[in-house]
């Protein structure tokens, strides 16, 4: 019987999902590194103004989707090989999925409730 959760980004999209997340994260990276290289934010309304424009919500919720979809395929793989007795691979993976969405939600909480 397959683990619930197992089905999804399995095989090739698994390893798509790794990839072009993590190109996206040092992408993104590397766009806040030049961002305040170039225009150095100095206090926390010059942060919060930053941080309320629409194109940076987009991507940082682009960002955190990334991450936590890599970190699901990576976690999940490594409970699907280390965690042997099933009922054990099922509580973790459960146990996962449930932190991961609880991140999301709190994500998508947080930029929702940032002012323009």
Same mark, same amino acid.
């Not at 019987?1 to 590397?30: C, D, E, H, N």
């Given at each position: 019987?397959?683990?619930?959760?197992?089905?999804?980004?399995?095989?090739?999209?698994?390893? @798509? *999902?790794? $990839?072009? =997340?993590?190109?996206?994260? /040092? !992408?993104? #990276?590397?766009?806040? &590194?030049?961002?305040?290289?170039?225009?150095?934010?100095?206090?926390?309304?010059?942060?919060?103004? @930053? *941080?309320? $424009?629409? =194109?940076?919500?987009?991507? /940082? !919720?682009? #960002?955190?989707?990334? &991450?936590?979809?890599?970190?699901?395929?990576?976690?999940?793989?490594?409970?699907?090989?280390?965690?042997?007795?099933?009922?054990?691979?099922?509580?973790?993976?459960?146990?996962?999925?449930?932190?991961?969405?609880?991140?999301?939600?709190?994500?998508?909480?947080?930029?929702?409730?940032?002012?323009?």
């Amino acid at each position: 019987m397959k683990l619930p959760g197992t089905r999804f980004f399995t095989g090739l999209a698994a390893w @798509w *999902v790794q $990839r072009l =997340s993590a190109v996206y994260m /040092l !992408a993104f #990276l590397i766009f806040l &590194l030049a961002t305040f290289a170039l225009d150095p934010v100095h206090d926390y309304a010059q942060w919060h103004e @930053w *941080v309320g $424009r629409p =194109s940076i919500k987009v991507a /940082l !919720a682009t #960002l955190f989707a990334a &991450l936590l979809s890599h970190m699901w395929v990576g976690l999940r793989d490594v409970l699907l090989d280390y965690a042997k007795p099933q009922a054990l691979q099922r509580l973790l993976l459960v146990t996962v999925g449930c932190g991961l969405m609880a991140i999301a939600i709190a994500v998508v909480w947080i930029l929702v409730s940032i002012p323009r």
